[in-house]
T-cell receptor, first 115, second 113 residues
Framework: DTEVTQTPKHLVMGMTNKKSLKCEQH?????MYWYKQKAKKPPELMFV???????INESVPSRFSPECPNSSLLNLHLHALQPEDSALYLC??????????????FGQGTRLTVV | QKEVEQNSGPLSVPEGAIASLNCTYS??????FFWYRQYSGKSPELIMF????GDKEDGRFTAQLNKASQYVSLLIRDSQPSDSATYLC?????????????FGKGTLLTVNP
């Protein structure tokens, strides 16, 4: 099973709303990632968790707040977003962060629209 | 110089032909190289990965790596219309003890029936 599950698939939120994106994997992977992808652009790394600890934050604005409650779950809390934050948000996981030759598997993404 | 560069395309090939997708990278410390396929509006799907110089074959797909030239390619034999997608080259390089996946902009492939 190489499945990474993201919910919701689509989300429309106002600029004053608070919402959360969820990601789950049951492959025993210890590294989990959030990526942001705008139309016709490559995925851009936002955050990386390794063994449930935040390892990499790519200078993401504080209106995005990640959380890793346990080894299978990864959340992205959203607050006071801007319309330019509208994008496809992708979660991924891999076996380890400290190994080069490991594959990252992506979830189906959450299509976020900020109005 | 961009970290991972790909021709954006579109690359158009007839059905049954060989599609050749190319990628160059700037960091000689890069260790592993991945090809992802992404259909419009969908998430990236891993096609192949390679970390040793030479060729690696999996069905209709062959990945080629030349670390001296900092070049990686993906060949798709007997191209099918269902292969039409954006192909993303991704490079895994170390930032200290952590490896980070960096993507190229992707090449849009169109296979014409």
């Amino acid at each position: 099973d190489t499945e990474v599950t993201q919910t919701p698939k689509h989300l429309v939120m106002g600029m004053t709303n608070k919402k959360s994106l969820k990601c789950e994997q049951h492959m025993g992977h210890r590294a989990m990632y959030w990526y942001k992808q705008k139309a016709k652009k490559p995925p851009e790394l936002m955050f990386v968790y390794s063994y449930e600890k935040l390892s990499i934050n790519e200078s993401v604005p504080s209106r995005f707040s990640p959380e890793c409650p346990n080894s299978s779950l990864l959340n992205l809390h959203l607050h006071a977003l801007q319309p330019e934050d509208s994008a496809l948000y992708l979660c991924a996981s891999s076996q380890e962060l400290s190994m080069a030759d490991v594959e990252a598997f992506f979830g189906q993404g959450t299509r976020l629209t900020v109005v | 110089q961009k970290e991972v560069e790909q021709n954006s395309g579109p690359l158009s090939v007839p059905e049954g032909a060989i599609a050749s997708l190319n990628c160059t990278y700037s960091d000689r410390g890069s260790q592993s190289f991945f090809w992802y396929r992404q259909y419009s509006g969908k998430s990236p799907e891993l096609i192949m990965f390679i970390y040793s110089n030479g060729d690696k074959e999996d069905g209709r797909f062959t990945a080629q790596l030349n670390k001296a030239s900092q070049y990686v390619s993906l060949l798709i034999r007997d191209s099918q219309p269902s292969d039409s997608a954006t192909y993303l080259c991704a490079v895994n390089k170390s930032g200290g003890s952590n490896y980070k996946l960096t993507f190229g902009k992707g090449t849009l492939l169109t296979v014409n029936p």
